[in-house]
């Protein structure tokens, strides 16, 4: 028997808490002192044995002592699942956002601190604050946090995340922190955690929640004990660590310091009178070394025991610890249950007050795969350390040290000589990476929301279907959610149709905001199968480009479309079409993807001008001239005409047919950077030789100029088709897309394949985008290829694929042949004298230049009387050494020359400039580059002054910024092939040699013995050689040769540094280098020691590589931080270096050198707004910039720079503001640059209000303001479009109100609702002008402010109508009524609320309320009178015939009355008593009363048509008419005259007086007639056909389940489908709370609506409901069959498994799955179904549940199947006879005649009773005679025989 609180309400089974066994240890534990007695427990009735044997057992453990603090077992790190809630630990702040902190606590765990669990005193003060207007002064987190803070914190609550995770609530309230603290137990010198409750004059109010101790904490002292000369004031709200210093009263007040240096002195020690309740996390003991264990040590302090496990140990000291030994330590945990106490033995956690390191030394990581891993040590309860190649340690946790379906094998993970693994997260707390070993995570592609880039195509898998999309899971956590309008190319009414859950899809990448980890994807066919390029950025969209994007609006004046990440445009309404359109709504829809050719581009002001026509019009003309007129094949040469040119293709016409064909840009020439320049030499009408026809289709034709495409294409080095393709086939192609896990290389014939990350170079490449560059020529071999995919994978190795002859040498002949004609076309053109003065020039040319300018930071520029208009420039190693004056008057000689851009490289070096000497054909030297560019490098030779150009990649293939390109400074050894080559205009021709260092490699130096021993460390100034060992970003790592590790800051690389490029890519892995030491960094710490210590030995040396710093005769004078950055001026320009991009606190982390880092706000870090939402993307880490100094100060530290220059806040001037709040029904609180504020009002927002305007802003986002003013502090803005571009703003649809002058009578403005009440509703009209509507003006209904109110909440968008305006008291009077606005009522007529009556109806309204009052007076008199004659007709005697008598007087007296009363009243006694049953008290009576009073004056208010007629029984009503004959008043022609005419009726046609005979006849008639009536409405086949009839018949019948579900379906026949569920819940209202199964109906009704045309949360709101008030069971059955039978079964299946789980002890549940899962074929599911129900099933339901699966079986699955359960069954048990009739039944139905017969005669064999026996002969032959023959029917008669003789002989025996 269910308990009663199971069984009222229905449908609610309460959980149980998950944390139920834990809260009843943690009270066992904490209650150490009560005595404890077991009640006493029931045994109960008809338990088993077991039962009683394991509350014994049970009784027997909860008597055992619970042993505290004891030793532990074995030591290992703390896991999730041993968090519990009162758990105290030690956290470090990781990042602070608006609301909650994010918590780093021990072993990688999370927590999170929500703004509500900080303090009372801070939820007090914040409370306070916000009630109060201003808001300036709030005291948010991230004044009271800092990041790598250390905090003192308690487990508040273990919530249960949506996807199923732990999510850990944490509160620093120090009430929970110190709770077992009493004011009698403080004691001088114990260190507290407290919360600053507030700010006093002479110090604060801290609250350290010990009773009723109040502690105060000195300003002086604060100030005084801060190390920091300039100090913070502390905030309220701020957590301390504070030292308790006197305490007073018993405990009652207390003194406190917080001086850092006394905090990291404080010990606990005995006299504190610490207990294992009272011990805080934080607190420092000393602990003695009881155990060393290889997981960790066993420690006593105080009185107690604790552990240290291995990860809070310091790695340099591992192996030195000893039993006895002293050590200091701090509290790290305390587990509640056990009283376990964990220790830390790290430095970095025994500084109380110190700010802890976030980030590792090496930089951010997360997310990086890294090889060549080692295991170091392993702990199986715990994990697995690792050494990375850099010598950095990482943790694996066990549960990522192999896949979760893999057997464990972690013995073989220390025998693995190298390990790969991938880097998940930095733990703050142990200053360790967070690594996993699991292939799956280590192979992800799309590990982090970075990693996704705008126009991807990913696959996917369906999440969640939601209302305004579809949730796709991408990668791990990782997901994008699908709009509904990106659903399909057409918009979908029922998308659960088309997908479900579990459903694998191909996406589209349309927008990625990884700070707010948002993806944005597109399942339009169009836009995932488009090979258009993806225009992502407005730079992107050129003048001429071709690309898709989808319809997003649609105007009177043209269409908007967008495009990837947000970037839009416009077409004009003459660019629709060729032909005009009047409508484009008619034509183009919202959604709709489109082709769309750019017109023009403007960047600046994010404008695009797109064009429909232009698009069709190419397509119209490329189809006209098609290629019926000639056939190109594939690999044809032939000559072309340049028709149009564009920046990405040129529109040429074959010779001399004149055939339509494309020539990409690209295509050009095999060198990328030469494209440009060809592009720039051809003109339109100039013929293009040497083409040849690379791919043709059915739309174009396209044509290359790549020489070795050509020699491919010529040399049979392609593939028609995917058939063709050949593993180890060798072919030439080019690069069509980079992407992060690879390139996409296109071959001849439109065939593309993937070059994978690990097959791009013999080296590994760390970004494809930095590797390659779009068009570049490459020779691929395909390696492997998918057949029934189409898909095939190729490599670009240089030491696995065969260059073609020539290699370099042919490549740099071709390359500057091709640049030599292209500028030579150049030069010869009208104008172009200084490209003709340029063009003379060559390389080694000296030239007499004057110096014009020198800077100090290196480099010069210079001037020619020659040459004029060209920049001359040399770079700081050119002039090196060599003094510069402006004016001085130079030689320098040529190194390079930009046609272009008409500049020149030169150099003054004097090795440069020395004599040449001659050169033999055939010799060996040694040359050193001196210049690159881009594909070419100018080299020296050491031994002449001789200058040559070489190639700079020795192979097509090699890649960009990796090994096989050539860097300034890098030696080569090559050989003279020609000395004075024709081509290079008498330079020599040279031939790398391969096998050669490309660096300048000095001969490592060994090391002795003694060296390597001593390792003593290196001295500032110290000249060191090394290899490189790894390069990152920022900085590159050295491996000495003299041993140890050096590291190379991004800023000393080069001595100039170009902006945009990324210096540390101009080393590689394995590179010889040369550096000097310039600072250090301690190998405990890592704290960087910068250039102030010059004769300090650094154990990890900070080295330079600039040129200029190498040589030891240069002095470098060492610059503290302080004084560098003291020396930096607001508005000074910088060069600086991209750290990393914060996107918590919304800025860009710089540094100019190793000793000083910097920040860029975001709002001086962009200029468009578009770009704020992916900054990381546009300043990757290390890259070069240049910034200007906003503020440099010391004390405080800051040092701030900006992008975008310094800018000045003036009124009228447009700049970014971040948005910080969102009020509503006020506007945007925004966050200016320089740190000021500005508020926009709700008018401000937009030129053209809208409802809900604020819904369209979010927080931090970044928007363009105008400037209005000033007012209180804050600079009043303006979002308008016509504020912030009024050039491209339309006219505004609600204009400014800048002054109640502008404000006319009869005027129609909008505005927004501030407040509606008793005094009427006041609309903001501006930021300054508020209007008034009176409630007699705001509506013409009789309303309350409170319903007036609910209907125009705060914000609501209004039209309104101006009465007058005030301009001296600046008050505007409106008006909202329809009237005036010309707009709906503001009060919906729904409601039916009474009209306001005028003035002049008052009086006849009270006028006629008398009359209905002397109405209702006179009915009651007519009741009383019946009552009374009811009474005496029950009555016999004499007394009736005189009383008839006096009743005919009566009624003589009656009709003489001049005012005539009719009444019909109508009482039906047992409709009444069943309606008091059934209805609640305020239901209606039963009696059904109509009544009209008759007048002599002719006066009546016609009904209003809107409303719903009623029923009116006029005079004269006879009851023998049918109930058809009766109909509204308004629909009755007769009713239409007016009163006038029934009353000229009534006089015409006076009732005579009839005899009591007559009227006895015809009461008769009138009841027969009625009697007739209801028969004709109580026919089963007569269906209502309106509500009218619906209503009428449920007045009968309020608990027909019938008749309700007749009106729902009358109403969804007419599409009604909101009617149709509002006469489901009057049905549920109505309906008796007796009558189960009728309400069960209605929710069934329902249910299947919601399921056809609800949505899933309406769904699951009337789900949720019929369980709470319907037997659950029964519910999930019927919804579970709506999805079955609507298709859903997906959702069917999940529901019958959690029905089962819940209904586990019921058999319907089983048996209803069980039926699902055959009637969809999974036999062998139904089979474990039915195993999974005998376990759940007490084993008396075993049998029943077998025979009705076997009966399922035979229904819906293999009949073989169901008769083999049914014989198991009955061999089992023989006797039961109601099997063996089942069994029957189903083989008769199922089985044939064969299998029929067998079992009949098994039965009549049975051993049962004689008269079961007959049962079975019976039906034997009754079968026989219905399906058999005579013969058949003999043979049954003759076995009955035999059975009775045997019988019969049996008992005479």
């Not at 220390?414 to 200053?431: D, K, T, V």
């Not at 005979?1557 to 209502?1584: I, S, Y």
Request: aromatic share 6%.
């Amino acid at each position: 028997m269910a308990s009663t609180e199971e069984d009222f309400p229905r449908g609610g089974i309460v959980k149980k808490p998950a944390e139920t066994k834990t809260l009843e240890e943690r009270k066992e534990v904490d209650n150490l002192f009560q005595s404890h007695v077991q009640p006493e427990t029931k045994k109960r009735k008809g338990g088993s044995k077991e039962d009683s044997t394991t509350a014994k057992k049970k009784k027997k453990s909860a008597s055992d002592p619970v042993t505290l603090n004891a030793p532990a077992k074995y030591v290992e790190i703390l896991h999730l699942k041993n968090i519990k809630e009162g758990m105290l630990m030690l956290a470090c702040v990781k990042e602070v956002a608006d609301f909650d902190v994010v918590m780093s606590l021990p072993c990688g765990l999370l927590g999170f601190l929500q703004i509500k669990n900080i303090s009372d005193g801070y939820t007090k003060l914040l409370s306070e604050q916000l009630r109060s207007q201003g808001t300036e002064e709030i005291s948010t987190l991230d004044r009271v946090f800092r990041p790598g803070m250390l905090v003192r914190c308690v487990v508040l609550k273990l919530d249960i995340t949506k996807g199923g995770a732990l999510s850990i609530k944490l509160s620093i309230n120090p009430k929970l922190l110190n709770k077992a603290l009493r004011p009698g137990t403080l004691r001088p010198g114990m260190t507290l955690s407290g919360c600053v409750e507030s700010v006093e004059d002479h110090g604060y109010l801290v609250d350290i929640g010990v009773g009723e101790t109040k502690a105060f904490l000195p300003r002086q002292v604060a100030t005084d004990q801060n190390p920091n000369p300039n100090p913070e004031e502390l905030r309220a709200g701020q957590s301390i660590t504070c030292r308790v210093d006197e305490v007073k009263g018993s405990g009652r007040v207390v003194r406190l310091s917080v001086n850092p240096l006394a905090l990291a002195r404080t010990f606990a020690d005995a006299s504190h009178d610490w207990s294992l309740t009272s011990l805080q996390p934080g607190l420092l003991v000393r602990a003695t070394v009881k155990t060393v264990t290889k997981h960790g040590l066993l420690l006593s302090f105080l009185s107690f025991s604790g552990q240290v496990d291995f990860l809070h140990m310091e790695p340099e000291e591992e192996s030195t610890y000893t039993v006895g030994q002293e050590v200091q330590a701090c509290v790290l945990y305390i587990e509640p249950v056990t009283r376990l106490v964990a220790l830390s033995l790290r430095r970095h956690l025994l500084a109380p007050g110190s700010l802890v390191d976030l980030a590792p030394a090496g930089g951010d990581r997360i997310g990086e795969v890294v090889d060549g891993c080692r295991v170091t040590s392993m702990h199986n309860m715990s994990g697995a350390l690792l050494e990375l190649p850099d010598q950095t340690r990482a943790f694996v946790h066990r549960n990522h040290l192999k896949e979760t379906a893999q057997t464990s094998a972690l013995d073989k993970l220390l025998s693995l000589p190298e390990l790969s693994c991938r880097i998940l997260n930095f733990s703050a707390m142990e200053q360790v990476h967070f690594a996993s070993l699991r292939k799956s995570v280590r192979d992800k592609v799309h590990f982090r929301y970075e990693d996704i880039q705008v126009g991807e195509v990913v696959m996917g898998t369906v999440s969640e279907l939601l209302g305004h999309g579809m949730m796709v899971l991408l990668s791990g956590n990782l997901k994008g959610l699908v709009p509904k309008s990106h659903l399909s190319d057409i918009l979908l009414r029922n998308p659960e149709k088309k997908y479900s859950e579990g459903m694998k899809i191909k996406c589209r990448v349309l927008s990625v905001e990884a700070d707010k980890r948002r993806v944005t994807l597109t399942r339009k066919k169009a836009l995932l199968t488009s090979t258009l390029p993806v225009v992502s950025s407005y730079a992107a969209a050129r003048p001429g480009l071709v690309a898709h994007g989808f319809v997003v609006s649609i105007k009177s004046f043209g269409c908007i479309v967008r495009f990837y990440n947000e970037v839009k445009g416009l077409v004009p309404l003459r660019e629709l079409s060729t032909e005009p359109l009047a409508s484009p709504e008619e034509v183009f829809y919202v959604g709709q993807v489109v082709k769309v050719k750019v017109l023009e581009c403007e960047p600046e002001k994010e404008r695009l001008l797109l064009s429909f026509k232009a698009v069709v019009e190419g397509d119209t003309a490329g189809e006209g001239t098609a290629a019926p007129r000639v056939l190109m094949e594939v690999g044809q040469r032939c000559e072309a005409r340049l028709v149009t040119k564009s920046a990405v293709c040129l529109e040429v016409a074959i010779l001399p047919e004149e055939v339509p064909a494309l020539l990409p840009t690209m295509h050009l020439s095999d060198h990328v950077s030469n494209c440009a320049l060809l592009w720039e030499a051809l003109e339109e009408g100039d013929v293009i030789s040497n083409l040849v026809c690379l791919s043709r289709n059915k739309e174009s034709i396209t044509l290359t100029q790549k020489p070795l495409v050509r020699w491919g294409l010529e040399e049979g080095l392609f593939v028609k088709g995917f058939s063709e393709l050949v593993v180890g086939m060798t072919l030439v192609g080019w690069i069509k897309k980079l992407m992060p896990y690879g390139v996409f290389v296109e071959f001849p014939c439109g065939i593309m394949g993937l070059a994978p990350k690990s097959a791009l170079c013999d080296r590994f490449v760390t970004d494809t985008a930095s590797a390659y560059q779009l068009g570049q020529t490459v020779i691929a071999m395909v390696t492997t290829f998918d057949e029934e995919k189409q898909r095939f994978l190729v490599t670009l190795k240089g030491s696995e694929v065969t260059a073609p002859e020539g290699g370099a040498q042919a490549l740099l002949l071709r390359g500057l042949r091709e640049r030599r004609s292209a500028e030579e076309v150049l030069a010869g053109r009208e104008g172009s004298g200084v490209r003709q003065e340029l063009l003379e020039l060559t390389v080694g040319q000296k030239l007499t230049l004057a110096v014009e300018e020198a800077p100090e930071e290196g480099g010069a520029t210079f001037k020619s009387d020659e040459l004029t208009g060209v920049a001359i420039a040399a770079s700081k190693p050119h002039v090196l050494g060599v003094t510069l004056t402006p004016g001085q008057k130079v030689t320098a000689v040529v190194l390079q020359v930009d046609l272009l851009s008409a500049r020149v490289h030169v150099s003054v070096l004097p090795k440069l400039l020395a004599k040449k000497k001659s050169l033999e054909a055939g010799s060996l030297l040694a040359v050193m580059v001196q210049h690159v560019d881009q594909a070419f490098a100018v080299v020296a030779f050491e031994s002449s002054a001789r200058l040559a150009v070489v190639h700079a990649a020795r192979h097509i293939n090699a890649v960009f910024s990796e090994a096989g390109h050539l860097k300034p400074g890098s030696a080569l050894s090559v050989t003279v092939t020609d000395p004075a080559c024709a081509e290079l205009r008498g330079l020599p021709l040279l031939r790398v040699e391969a096998g050669h260092s490309r660096h300048t490699a000095p001969a490592p130096r060994a090391a002795t013995t003694s060296e390597s021993e001593a390792s003593p460390g290196h001295v500032y100034g110290e000249t060191l050689e090394g290899a490189v060992r790894s390069v990152k970003p920022t900085c590159v790592l050295v491996a000495l040769d003299g041993g140890g590790t050096g590291s190379v800051h991004v800023s000393q690389m080069v001595d100039v540094v170009a902006i945009g490029s990324f210096p540390t890519a101009l080393l590689e892995a394995g590179a010889r280098v040369r550096a000097r030491v310039i600072g250090g960094r301690e190998a405990t710490s890592h704290r960087f020691l910068p250039f102030s210590h010059p004769n300090f030995k650094y154990s990890i040396p900070e080295l330079t590589l600039v040129p200029s710093k190498l040589d030891d005769s240069v002095k470098i004078n060492p610059v503290k931080p302080r004084e560098k950055l003291g020396s930096f001026k607001a508005g000074q320009q910088i060069t600086c270096f991209v750290s990393k991009y914060n996107t918590e606190r919304k800025c860009l982390e710089v540094s100019t050198d190793p000793s000083l880092t910097g920040t860029i706000d975001l709002l001086d870090l962009v200029k468009d707004p578009k770009e704020a939402s992916y900054p990381e993307k546009l300043y990757k880490s290390g890259l070069a910039l240049r910034a200007t100094v906003v503020e440099a100060s010391s004390k405080p530290y800051r040092f701030s720079l900006s992008l975008n220059g310094l800018q000045q806040l003036e009124e009228g001037v447009v700049t970014l503001g971040m948005v910080t709040n969102i009020e509503p029904g006020r506007g945007l609180l925004v966050r200016l640059p320089s740190d000021a504020t500005g508020t926009v009002s709700m008018t401000q927002l937009t030129d053209c209000y809208r409802k809900d305007p604020l819904k369209a802003f979010s927080k931090d986002q970044i928007l363009r303001c105008f400037l209005l003013g000033t007012k209180d502090d804050k600079w009043e803005l303006s979002l308008r479009q016509s504020r912030v571009a009024p050039d491209l703003a339309p006219a505004a649809k609600d204009p400014e109100v800048l002054s109640t002058d502008a404000l006319k009578p009869g005027k129609l403005i909008r505005g927004y609702v501030m407040s509606a009440g008793d005094q009427g509703v006041l609309v903001r009209l501006s930021g300054s002008i508020t209007g008034r509507a009176l409630l007699h003006k705001a509506t013409k209904f009789s309303v309350s402010p409170k319903v007036l109110s609910q209907h125009l909440p705060s914000s609501t968008l209004l039209t309104t109508s101006i009465i007058s305006v005030d301009p001296e008291t600046q008050l505007v009077e409106l008006s909202l009524l329809t009237q005036d606005t010309k707009k709906s009522d503001v009060v919906p007529e729904a409601l039916g609320l009474p009209l306001r009556p005028p003035e002049e109806q008052k009086e006849e309204l009270a006028a006629r309320m008398k009359r209905k009052a002397a109405m209702m007076e006179t009915m009651a008199e007519i009741k009383s009178k019946k009552m009374k004659m009811k009474k005496i007709e029950e009555q016999s005697g004499p007394d009736v015939y005189f009383r008839e008598g006096e009743e005919e007087e009566e009624e003589e007296e009656e009709e003489e009355r001049p005012k005539k009363v009719k009444a019909v009243v109508t009482v039906d006694k047992k409709k009444k008593r069943k309606a008091k049953k059934g209805r609640p008290e305020d239901s209606d009576s039963g009696v059904e009363v109509s009544c009209r009073e008759e007048e002599t004056t002719t006066t009546k208010v016609k009904p209003d048509p809107s409303g719903p007629a009623r029923l009116q029984v006029s005079a004269g009503f006879s009851w023998d008419l049918g109930l058809s004959a009766l109909r509204p008043a308004a629909l009755d022609p007769r009713a239409q005259d007016g009163d006038s005419s029934a009353e000229e009726s009534e006089e015409t046609d006076k009732p005579q007086k009839k005899s009591k005979q007559q009227q006895e006849q015809e009461q008769k008639e009138e009841e027969k007639a009625l009697a007739r009536r209801e028969v004709q409405l109580m026919e089963p086949g007569l269906r209502p056909q309106d509500a009218a009839s619906f209503e009428r018949l449920l007045l009968a019948s309020p608990n027909s389940s019938l008749l309700w579900l007749q009106y729902m379906a009358n109403h969804l026949q007419a599409t009604q489908i909101e009617q149709a569920r509002s006469v489901a819940e009057r049905a549920l209202k109505t309906i008796s709370f007796r009558e189960e199964q009728e309400k069960l109906n209605v929710w069934v009704a329902l249910l299947n609506l919601e399921n056809m045309y609800g949505s899933e949360e309406s769904l699951k709101k009337v789900f949720e409901g019929a369980q709470t008030f319907c037997e659950p069971m029964p519910v999930y059955q019927q919804l579970a069959d709506i999805y079955a039978r609507s298709n859903k079964m997906k959702e069917a299946e999940s529901l019958y498994r959690t029905m089962v789980k819940r209904f586990r002890q019921q058999k319907g549940s089983w048996l209803s799955y069980g039926s699902f899962l055959l009637q969809q074929g999974q036999s062998d599911a139904a089979s474990a179904l039915l195993q999974r129900a005998l376990q759940s099933l007490p084993s008396t339901d075993s049998v029943e549940l077998i025979s009705k699966f076997a009966q399922l079986e035979y229904q819906y699955g293999d009949t073989e199947r169901g008769r083999a359960m049914m014989d198991k069954i009955l061999g089992t048990y023989p006797k039961r006879t109601d099997l063996w009739s089942v069994f029957m039944d189903l083989t008769i139905k199922h089985g044939s005649q064969k299998d029929v017969r067998a079992l009949f005669d098994r039965a009549i064999h049975l051993s049962v009773a004689i008269k079961k026996v007959k049962f079975f002969f019976k039906r034997y032959l009754d079968y026989e005679k219905k399906h058999g023959t005579p013969e058949s029917v003999q043979t049954v008669k003759e076995k009955a025989l035999e059975f009775v003789e045997a019988k019969g002989t049996q008992a005479a025996c």
